[in-house]
T-cell receptor
Framework: DAGVTQSPTHLIKTRGQHVTLRCSPI?????VSWYQQVLGQGPQFIFQ???????GRGNFPDRFSARQFPNYSSELNVNALLLGDSALYLC????????????FGPGTRLLVL | GQQLNQSPQSMFIQEGEDVSMNCTSS?????WLWYKQEPGEGPVLLIA?????ELTSNGRLTAQFGITRKDSFLNISASIPSDVGIYFC??????????FGTGTRLKVLA
């Protein structure tokens, strides 16, 4: 079975631009979470979506938004990019919301110049 | 953002040695996870722990959920070169938010 997939794998943007990152969860998984991982640090929680609704949000500005589609795939949008947004963006899926483990995709490496 | 404290921060060990690392928090968690991440990849789940005091093994890896619910431990026995990577703990409180540790970078010398 396919694991979590993310696209694109790498992306270069300039300050002020916006970006859309995509994630397809493991088949049958209904919950998707997004994380930002800056080089040398652990992942930081951005959002969790379950059944197409936002169920949790981390300490990130409103420039960050996301949505989940009926097929449980998800998009993360970042507007007005800043240099500090350069990071590996990870998507994780889990079967249900609640006491379940999560599985990560390979990430999208975003570089903001 | 908030991160859990992991120690050691990095370690070099000889192949065949056992490795121990830990993760501590000032807050209680109801789930602890351990992940391994290699360069350019996403974290891969190694072990999940759900109850205080729980001890769980996955091959040469053994992890424990601390009885205070504020810490967790990971041991790797008889390390091999492919154990190289960054090991992250993650604690979950509530239903959705995982907080990750700062990572332990492991390098194995053949």
């Amino acid at each position: 079975d396919a694991g979590v997939t993310q696209s694109p794998t790498h992306l270069i943007k300039t300050r002020g631009q916006h970006v859309t990152l995509r994630c397809s969860p493991i088949s049958g998984h209904k919950s998707v979470s997004w994380y930002q991982q800056v080089l040398g640090q652990g992942p930081q929680f951005i959002f969790q979506y379950y059944e197409k609704e936002e169920r949790g949000r981390g300490n990130f500005p409103d420039r960050f938004s996301a949505r989940q589609f009926p097929n449980y795939s998800s998009e993360l949008n970042v507007n007005a990019l800043l240099l500090g947004d350069s990071a590996l963006y990870l998507c994780a899926s889990s079967l249900e919301q609640g006491q379940e483990t999560q599985y990560f995709g390979p990430g999208t490496r975003l570089l903001v110049l | 953002g908030q991160q859990l404290n992991q120690s050691p921060q990095s370690m070099f060990i000889q192949e065949g040695e056992d490795v121990s690392m830990n993760c501590t928090s000032s807050s209680i968690f109801n789930t602890w996870l351990w992940y391994k991440q290699e360069p350019g990849e996403g974290p891969v789940l190694l072990i999940a722990l759900y109850k205080a005091g729980e001890l769980t093994s996955n091959g040469r890896l053994t992890a424990q959920f601390g009885i205070t619910r504020k810490d967790s431990f990971l041991n790797i026995s008889a390390s091999i070169p492919s154990d190289v990577g960054i090991y992250f703990c993650a604690g979950r409180r509530g239903t959705y938010k995982y907080i990750f540790g700062t990572g332990t970078r492991l390098k194995v010398l053949a």
